[in-house]
Nanobody, 127 residues
Framework: VQLQASGGGLVQAGGSLRLSCAAS????????MGWFRQAPGKEREFVSA????????LYADSVKGRFTMSRDNAKNTVSLQMDTLKPEDTAVYYC?????????????????????WGQGTQVTVSS
């Protein structure tokens, strides 16, 4: 599985960015997908995850109500729409993939245990 993230950049506080992640995998719909981030001097943290059919999403409390994750299984892509950005959202953002073991396509995605990672894209929010 190869993951390529894009869409990062510099934005003022209160602004928006949309991250995308393209996956090179034969059965994209078999994977839960996640977004994580790592700020300088901090550990990588969970941001969002989405079930393999896109019907269930999970968000960290810090981004709930501001970020929206979606996926397009026909195009093997996931997106993270980030609105009302804050300086504390500044980090390198990584997309990740994990085989879903659940027989239910909309089962709650996991916030840990991801096996495959993209290279990261920098998001910088100025105050």
């Amino acid at each position: 599985v190869q993951l390529q993230a894009s869409g990062g950049g510099l934005v003022q506080a209160g602004g928006s960015l949309r991250l995308s992640c393209a996956a090179s995998v034969r059965t994209f719909s078999a994977y839960d997908m996640g977004w994580f981030r790592q700020a300088p001097g901090k550990e990588r943290e969970f941001v969002s995850a989405i079930s393999r059919d896109g019907r269930s999403a999970l968000y960290a409390d810090s981004v709930k109500g501001r970020f929206t994750m979606s996926r397009d299984n026909a195009k093997n892509t996931v997106s993270l729409q980030m609105d009302t950005l804050k300086p504390e959202d500044t980090a390198v953002y990584y997309c990740a993939a994990k085989i879903s073991l659940s027989p239910i396509p909309w089962s709650r995605p996991s916030d840990s245990g991801y096996s495959y990672w993209g290279q990261g894209t920098q998001v910088t929010v100025s105050s």
